[in-house]
């Protein structure tokens, strides 16, 4: 028999048994064997006969001893008592199977021991105890859930096993003693065979130890063949063949019968067994031998020693192995979500208070610490990936969790404490704020007691594990506490409730005055440790201290209410913040609370796949309110609000400001699963007031720091919750809220220092805000709820309107408000809502106002909407933004777009205006164009005269102004475009004088031949030709001295000497209709200087001459020669020329012998 020692009977947590052995529904058939005691209902009876007093103790003993501690207590067992321990011993509940062989298994309406309705006992009295008929009550719950599942995560290997289960595929089953076997065949499919795994459990005091199976699974989780065997063993524990552990059989056997089993068995595996045994003969046949020393012999089938740990069987090469591969993967490939599922289970594991739990978590965190990134990311000096730093604050909020363990051994607690600190001693470990010192008070500080200035000052490293090293030091054994956390019932007698207490409020109902965030780490230990009821009575006590708290600061505020409104800056009242904390108080709370009063389809069982279906709550009176008017959803709604309206200093760096809004906006999501009645709105509505009306102690409150976080996200629920039971209270909270004092220049720098400690929050210096971009984003969601909102009351969208121009300062934000004020405004199918159309234009303007002088790239996309949003408000906002252009537009914008804008012809449709509106409209564009052209004639010049075509003062007088301005500040192409305008208007006698006044402004090089303007030349002389001599001779003097390139010379000669000048027939001018001739004014100058842009214009090129261009050089002596030969003595001319070349060029052999080839 296996040998063991005496062990002291386990210590009770909280007085409750271990949450995997709860009672169910399911009676289980007696086991074969003799025995007495079963119960005799059928499944799903209402009505069982009792237990025998032989199957209670059986399933006592199972559950708590070893089984060596019992052959060592008596020495006899009959056999039946041994057959209902052995029996009893395997787990009862399918749901322990299930969070071993799947990710996040929930039966719904089970978190840990069911409270029941009484109360006034001890710590642990709110939790049933494992009992019922048969002893399968546990078994029956777990398995009508799993029966009725829905079809989700068919793929996980819990689901298979069911299947597996339910077409028959297990067989051959056999308990001996502690040690369960059998077969299980995998159905042959199109692509593999039928397969048959042998599958081996060990198990004890109902827990399974050891697996084994065939099909070689490597995994966290039991594979489907084990989930398969155990769940026959559960559901079918009558058709399992059960014997004694087999050493008990042996025990009765002769020695000719043990010797016949021995070769017999030798016989059936003689290749696997023969060389063992022939081993072990040779050393029991050796009498000095080592396995003649020891008494008896082991007995695999005989449970596990009393030295053994107690524990699941959890493989931990594989739970490294995946961790570390999920985290190479570097948060892709859905590993992040792999390893938030790994968390959960570790969170269930604890819930169970199975002590898998930690030693899964250690193995986790280990893997974490391992991780190469860590060493990379400090050497760059850059920070971690988002996710991986929201997985490191789970792993540091999961650490706080087991330490707080309420009755984890001291042995424990100093182990995990030692390795959090080696954890956070390294280098490597990550900090708990990201790149930035802390200055939050630690744990184990009270808010009111402490005295933080020693810690802030000397800003300690934190690292993620700091919370958890702190949490080491706090302790249960307060009687205040254990009082709390033990009835529903404890309050102060009533003689006692005068005067001020610490204990109690006036009510007499008990308070917790300790650090908000410490307090709630307990309520979220004892609520992860399976103990759902004590995390209640402390979370309410919790709520009742924040509601005393909230009362002092209304009275405390009173008082000072003149003071701080004259002065118009405040202090803050707050050392850290409730929402974007570590260990997330406020969410631990509401969660805490809305759990007993969410409604569950108790024939579900959640196994982590498959889109979850959106929570239904309903009221649960709170346990023991002598008043009865709280349920514990009200209560979460009211702590949600209290922690959300907090004022608090936006922290310091990127992470931690981050996680404000992040677990800002993940509360609200929570909060927006509540479906308000009359109950929650009242709670709704009392809660907002009192956060108006709480000054510097609320964030809504009439004077906030500069600093504060704002309230955008959160006043925008409040906003839409309020809105349809209480209008005006809706908006005064989402006005209030509209405020960014962060971007007043003109606010104070405020107070920062807290009220009882002398101690400043945040750095002299400012810190920057870099989630100010999401902040504000946020705002201007908050005013476009109550633009929607408020459409058709003119009364309250004037109001919305002045908040959104005094509190919003961004541009971007206000032109997207505006577009969509005028989107919601303009319907598709119905009438425009004009008071709502008037404030986007209102919007738009402003917009106009701020972009003017500042450079955006969205400008003239808002130019053109401010257009379009005042034609929909009609003729009079037209008219208004053309006379105030000034002080909205630049003069480019002003009549390229808004005033062309304004004059076409789809704008007098859609206005439908008549006669003298559109000559209103008209001239209102006129006076504009010519202002502008005024200020700004470069540009707006042509524009200008557009606008004043059909309007003969208005065009004359946007002439003159070019004309003026052409000596000044115009360029040439300017004067070129609005010379070819007044052309094509048929001007061409302006369009000369214009044309001549953009040549003095040109300056065109010899080696200019490509210049953009010799277009604009060509075409000035060809004018100047079509209108006659004189304006040819007037012009001719021009280009001579603006423009130095031959080529371009030639080119206008040749031009002027193909047709007669004067073609344009100007009336009252006489045409000769002859050729002009070169050797006459105005040509003969004009050939001259061709002449002599070709001779300059050669000497330039021939200085710096490659072989590669001499025939294009010599192609360009032969267009010189043409312009040469138009003179009279040209030829002897263009001779000289050549000569010259030769001598002064003699050095270039190769190309003055070209020259002469070509030229002679």
Same mark, same amino acid.
């Given at each position: 028999m296996a040998e063991g020692r005496r062990e002291q009977p386990p210590h009770p947590l909280l007085s409750l048994p271990p949450a995997s052995?709860?009672?169910?529904?399911?009676?289980?058939?007696?086991?074969?064997?003799?025995?007495?005691?079963?119960?005799?209902?059928?499944?799903?009876?209402?009505?069982?006969?009792?237990?025998?007093?032989?199957?209670?103790?059986?399933?006592?003993?199972?559950?708590? /001893?070893? #089984?060596? *501690?019992? %052959?060592?207590?008596?020495?006899?067992?009959?056999?039946?008592?041994? &057959?209902?321990?052995?029996? /009893?011993? #395997?787990? *009862?509940? %399918?749901?322990?199977?299930?969070?071993?062989?799947?990710?996040?298994? &929930?039966?719904?309406?089970?978190?840990?021991?069911?409270?029941?309705?009484?109360?006034s006992g001890g710590a642990g009295s709110g939790a049933t105890t494992t009992g019922g008929g048969g002893g399968s009550t546990a078994s029956t719950t777990s398995a009508v859930g799993v029966a009725g599942a829905v079809g989700t995560g068919d793929g996980l290997p819990f689901r298979r096993g069911i299947r597996l289960l339910e077409t028959g595929c297990v067989e051959n089953v056999l308990q001996v003693g502690f040690h369960l076997s059998g077969t299980v065949t995998e159905p042959a499919t199109s692509s593999e065979p039928e397969v048959t795994h042998k599958v081996a459990i060990s198990f004890d005091r109902c827990k399974i130890t050891s697996v084994t199976c065939g099909c070689g699974n490597r995994d966290i989780f039991y594979c489907a063949h084990v989930v398969a065997l155990s769940l026959y063993r559960i559901r079918k524990p009558e058709q399992v063949k059960l014997r004694l552990p087999i050493s008990e059989t042996l025990f009765q056997m002769n020695r000719d019968q043990l010797q016949k089993l021995v070769q017999y068995l030798i016989t059936a595996h003689h290749t696997e067994v023969l060389p063992t045994a022939q081993k072990l003969a040779d050393e029991i046949l050796s009498s000095n031998s080592e396995i003649n020393q020891v008494h008896g012999a082991p007995d695999p089938t005989a449970g596990a020693s009393i030295d053994d740990d107690n524990c699941w069987h959890l493989d931990e090469d594989q739970v490294r192995e995946q961790v570390k591969q999920f985290l190479s993967q570097g948060g892709y490939y859905g590993s992040g979500k792999q390893l938030n599922s790994?968390?959960?289970?570790?969170?269930?594991?604890?819930?169970?208070?199975?002590?898998?739990?930690?030693?899964?978590?250690?193995?986790?965190t280990e893997q974490f610490m391992a991780d190469p990134r860590l060493s990379l990311w400090r050497q760059q000096g850059t920070g971690m990936t988002d996710k991986c730093r929201q997985l490191w604050d789970e792993l540091g909020a999961l650490w706080v969790c087991v330490v707080l363990n309420p009755h984890c051994k001291s042995e424990e607690k100093s182990t995990w404490l030692k390795q959090l600190k080696k954890w956070g001693d390294m280098d490597v470990c990550p900090l708990e704020d990201g790149n930035y010192g802390s200055e939050l008070p630690n744990i184990t500080n009270a808010l009111p007691q402490s005295n933080l200035a020693q810690d802030s000052l000397s800003r300690p490293r934190r690292t993620v594990f700091s919370r958890a090293v702190e949490a080491c030091d706090l302790h249960w054994q307060d009687s205040h506490l254990q009082r709390i956390i033990s009835s529903d019932f404890y309050m102060s007698p009533s003689y006692q409730r005068e005067g001020e207490s610490l204990l109690f409020n006036p009510q007499g109902l008990p308070l917790w005055l300790d650090h908000v965030p410490t307090a709630c780490a307990r309520v979220d230990a004892l609520r992860s440790h399976g103990y759902s009821r004590e995390a209640l009575r402390l979370a309410v006590a919790i709520i009742n201290t924040l509601r005393l708290q909230q009362q002092r600061q209304m009275d405390i505020y009173k008082h000072q209410k003149k003071e701080l409104l004259q002065r118009g800056v405040t202090s803050t009242t707050n050392l850290e913040g409730w929402v974007g904390h570590p260990l997330d108080p406020i969410g631990c709370l509401f969660i805490t609370l809305t759990e007993t009063c969410r409604v569950d389809d108790d024939n579900t069982m959640d196994t982590g796949e498959g889109d979850p279906r959106p929570p239904v709550y309903h009221h649960v009176p709170v346990w023991g309110n002598p008043l009865g008017d709280d349920s514990y959803l009200?209560?979460?709604?009211?702590?949600?609000?209290?922690?959300?309206?907090?004022?608090?200093?936006?922290?310091?760096?990127?992470y931690a400001q981050d996680k404000v809004c992040r677990n800002e906006e993940q509360i609200v999501a929570k909060l927006q699963e509540l479906e308000?009645?009359?109950?929650?709105?009242?709670?709704?509505?009392?809660?907002?007031?009192?956060?108006?009306?709480?000054?510097?102690?609320?964030?809504?409150?009439?004077?906030?720091?500069?600093?504060?976080?704002?309230?955008?996200?959160?006043?925008?629920?409040?906003?839409?919750?309020?809105?349809?039971?209480?209008?005006?209270?809706?908006?005064k909270v989402a006005l209030r809220a509209m405020r960014l004092p962060v971007l007043e220049s003109s606010a104070g720098s405020g107070d920062v220092s807290h009220p009882h400690h002398g101690i400043s929050i945040v750095p002299s210096r400012y810190p920057r805000w870099f989630t100010l971009g999401h902040l504000e984003s946020q705002q201007c969601e908050l005013a476009s709820t109550m633009l929607t909102a408020a459409k058709g009351d003119m009364l309250r969208l004037r109001t919305v309107l002045e908040a959104i121009q005094k509190n919003i300062h961004s541009s971007s934000l206000i032109f997207k408000l505006a577009q969509d004020a005028f989107k919601i405004a303009t319907p598709a199918d119905n009438p425009p809502d004009m008071t709502l159309l008037n404030v986007a234009l209102e919007l738009g303007l402003q917009v106009m106002r701020m972009t003017l002088s500042t450079l955006n790239w969205r400008r003239r996309e808002m130019v053109r909407w401010l257009v379009t949003c005042a034609t929909e408000v009609g003729l009079r906002a037209l008219v208004s933004i053309l006379q105030s252009w000034y002080t909205l537009f630049t003069p480019t914008e002003a009549t390229s777009i808004v005033a062309a804008t304004v004059m076409s012809h789809n704008t007098i449709?859609?206005?439908?205006?008549?006669?003298?509106?559109?000559?209103?409209?008209?001239?209102?564009?006129?006076?504009?164009?010519?202002q502008c052209a005024m200020k700004d004639p470069q540009n707006c010049a042509l524009s200008a005269l557009t606008l004043c075509e059909k309007d003969h003062i208005a065009f004359e007088t946007a002439y003159q102004i070019v004309i003026d301005a052409a000596s000044t500040g115009m360029t040439y192409s300017q004067l070129f475009t609005i010379a070819r305008y007044m052309e094509h208007r048929g001007y061409p006698l302006r369009s000369f004088k214009l044309a001549s006044l953009a040549m003095t402004h040109l300056n065109l090089a010899y080696n200019q031949d490509t210049h953009p303007a010799i277009n604009d030349v060509l075409w000035a002389c060809a004018l100047s030709h079509s209108l006659g001599k004189n304006e040819l001779a007037a012009i001719i003097p021009l280009v001579v001295k603006s423009v130095h390139c031959a080529t371009v010379l030639s080119d206008i000669l040749r031009r002027c000497t193909m047709t007669a000048p004067g073609l344009a027939g100007i009336p009252g001018r006489r045409n000769s209709g002859k050729l002009m001739s070169t050797d006459k004014a105005p040509l003969r100058q004009l050939l001259d200087a061709t002449i002599s842009a070709y001779i300059n214009t050669t000497h330039s090129r021939l200085t710096h001459i490659s072989p590669r261009h001499y025939g294009e050089f010599i192609e360009f002596l032969s267009k010189a020669r043409e312009t040469f030969l138009l003179a009279q003595d040209g030829h002897i001319q263009f001779a000289q020329f050549i000569?010259?070349?030769?001598?002064?060029?003699?050095g270039k052999k190769k190309l003055m012998m070209l020259v002469r080839e070509r030229f002679g």
């Open positions: 052995k709860r009672p169910c529904l399911r009676p289980a058939p007696r086991g074969p064997g003799p025995g007495p005691g079963h119960g005799s209902g059928l499944p799903g009876s209402r009505y069982r006969s009792p237990e025998s007093l032989l199957d209670c103790a059986a399933k006592a003993v199972a559950e708590k /001893w070893a #089984f060596e *501690r019992v %052959e060592e207590r008596f020495e006899r067992i009959p056999e039946p008592v041994q &057959r209902r321990i052995v029996y /009893w011993s #395997f787990p *009862r509940n %399918e749901k322990e199977i299930c969070m071993y062989s799947s990710f996040q298994c &929930r039966v719904a309406g089970e978190e840990g021991p069911s409270p029941a309705t009484g109360g790994m968390f959960a289970k570790v969170r269930e594991m604890l819930r169970m208070r199975d002590s898998n739990g930690a030693r899964m978590l250690t193995l986790i009200t209560l979460a709604l009211e702590v949600a609000l209290m922690g959300m309206g907090q004022q608090r200093i936006m922290p310091e760096g990127l308000l009645d009359d109950l929650l709105v009242e709670t709704l509505r009392k809660q907002a007031i009192q956060l108006l009306e709480a000054g510097p102690f609320s964030g809504l409150g009439e004077v906030i720091h500069r600093e504060s976080v704002p309230m955008h996200t959160f006043a925008k629920y409040l906003f839409s919750a309020l809105l349809p039971h209480d209008a005006d209270l809706a908006y449709l859609r206005l439908s205006l008549d006669y003298p509106q559109r000559e209103e409209l008209a001239s209102c564009a006129r006076t504009l164009a010519l000569d010259n070349l030769k001598q002064i060029y003699k």
